[in-house]
T-cell receptor, first 117, second 114 residues
């Protein structure tokens, strides 16, 4: 079974630009979550999607958005990039998510390293 | 916000020694999980312990959970150089609309010296 695939692996963008990151979950997984990892703030939850619906959102500005497609693949978008958005963005998938199966591990992709210059 | 706080922040040991990392959290949980991350890559799930369990083993890993103290510990026995990584605890808390969200601590950076 293929793991969680994130593309691209590395990205360099200029302040003010926008960026779209992609995540393909493990086949059959319906829950996709996004996390931002920085040295200062650690791992921060961005949002979670289940069956194309955003179920929860972390404490991030509206510049951060996402969506999930019918095949469970997910994208996240960051508009008007700021230097502070430089981070490792991690996507995680799980079969159902906590609502149906509370004791579920999350499977993480290798992440997308975004550098804003 | 960070739910879990790992202790120590960094740990350096010799190969063959045991490594113990601790995690404290703040709110009620469904379960607590430990993940490993190698040098800025993705997280790898190590072990999950449910809120009604007190101890769990997996290979060289032993996890304990004390819900009265809101704390957990991860013990890696007979460490190897390949165990060098950052270790994170994560809690899965009940959420509105049945959402699934893991709240991570800041991690313990383990260095195992050959």
């Amino acid at each position: 079974k293929a793991g969680v695939t994130q593309t691209p692996r590395y990205l360099i963008k200029t302040r003010g630009q926008q960026v779209t990151l992609s995540c393909s979950p493990i086949s059959g997984h319906r829950s996709v979550s996004w996390y931002q990892q920085t040295p200062g703030q650690g791992l921060q939850f961005l949002f979670e999607y289940f069956s194309e619906t955003q179920r929860n959102k972390g404490n991030f500005p509206g510049r951060f958005s996402g969506r999930q497609f019918s095949n469970s693949r997910s994208e996240m978008n960051v508009s008007t990039l700021e230097l502070g958005d430089s981070a490792l963005y991690l996507c995680a998938s799980s079969p159902f998510g906590g609502s149906i199966l509370p004791d579920t591990e999350a499977f993480f992709g290798q992440g997308t390293r975004l550098t804003v210059v | 916000s960070q739910q879990g706080e790992e202790d120590p922040q960094a740990l350096s040991i010799q190969e063959g020694e045991n490594a113990t990392m601790n995690c404290s959290y703040k709110t009620s949980i469904n379960n607590l999980q430990w993940y490993r991350q190698n040098s800025g890559r993705g997280l790898v799930h190590l072990i999950l312990i449910r809120s009604n369990e007190r101890e769990k083993h997996s290979g060289r890993l032993r996890v304990t959970l004390d819900t009265s103290k809101k704390s957990s510990s991860l013990l890696i026995t007979a460490s190897r150089a390949a165990d060098t990584a950052s270790y994170f605890c994560a809690t899965d808390s009940p959420f509105e609309a049945g959402s699934y969200q893991l709240t991570f601590g800041k991690g313990t950076k383990l260095s195992v010296i050959p």
